[in-house]
């Protein structure tokens, strides 16, 4: 009983110490399935390296219930200390073309790990802050879409590039 016990500690301490050692912020936001295009994911993450290189991606988790194959955000950064935002306005295919939704994920929520920014340093120390809202519209349609449906989680990570 005594080694068994032992095995088990030794395995869990082990999975524990060795996963996702490139992480240096990852946190998300929930939504009930549903993302209003007034709802903006924030996200506040300190920032003290200005030298070493980072690569930024955005999470999205949903399930069968997303009805399109790409999805359109609106991301902007706010830097410390800097009142005018960066902004990009970004498409990512969601869906294969036979409508089998991407991403990983053994049941049918699925989360995409999108590309947001590569090999970036962080300009100026201190609270950086980012914010991303959803701007997809149907084809042929001028308003966006008020009610995302599908849509469980968005997230925002940041992992180091070096090894």
Same mark, same amino acid.
């Given at each position: 009983?005594?080694?068994?016990? #032992? /095995?088990? /500690? /030794?395995?869990? $301490?082990? =999975?524990? &110490? #060795? &996963?996702?050692? @490139?992480?240096?912020?990852? +946190?998300? @936001? ?12 924030? *996200? +506040? ?5 200005? $030298? #070493? ?13 997303? %009805?399109?194959?790409?999805?359109? =955000? ?6 410390? !200390?800097?009142?005018?935002? @960066?902004?990009?306005? =970004? ?14 994920? *053994? ?6 790990? =999108?590309?947001? @920014?590569?090999n970036q340093r *962080? %300009? ?10 959803q701007a997809v519209?149907?084809?042929?349609? /001028?308003? !966006? ?9 968005? !997230?925002?990570?940041?992992? #180091?590039?070096?090894?």
């Amino acid at each position: 009983m005594r080694v068994r016990n #032992s /095995i088990f /500690i /030794i395995c869990a $301490t082990l =999975l524990l &110490c #060795s &996963c996702d050692e @490139k992480r240096v912020f990852d +946190e998300y @936001k929930s939504f009930d399935g549903t993302w209003n295009k007034d709802s903006i994911a924030s *996200f +506040e993450f300190e920032q003290q390296d200005t $030298t #070493s290189l980072y690569n930024m991606f955005i999470n999205i988790r949903n399930n069968n219930d997303y %009805p399109y194959n790409n999805i359109f =955000l609106i991301v902007e950064m706010l830097e410390p !200390g800097n009142e005018r935002a @960066k902004v990009d306005t =970004l498409e990512y295919q969601m869906a294969y073309p036979d409508g089998t939704l991407m991403g990983e994920g *053994f049941t049918d929520v699925k989360e995409s790990k =999108l590309w947001y @920014k590569e090999n970036q340093r *962080f %300009p100026v120390q201190g609270t950086y802050k980012v914010n991303i809202q959803q701007a997809v519209r149907e084809a042929d349609k /001028i308003p !966006g879409v008020e009610e995302l449906p599908g849509i469980i989680d968005v !997230g925002f990570r940041i992992e #180091s590039t070096e090894e």
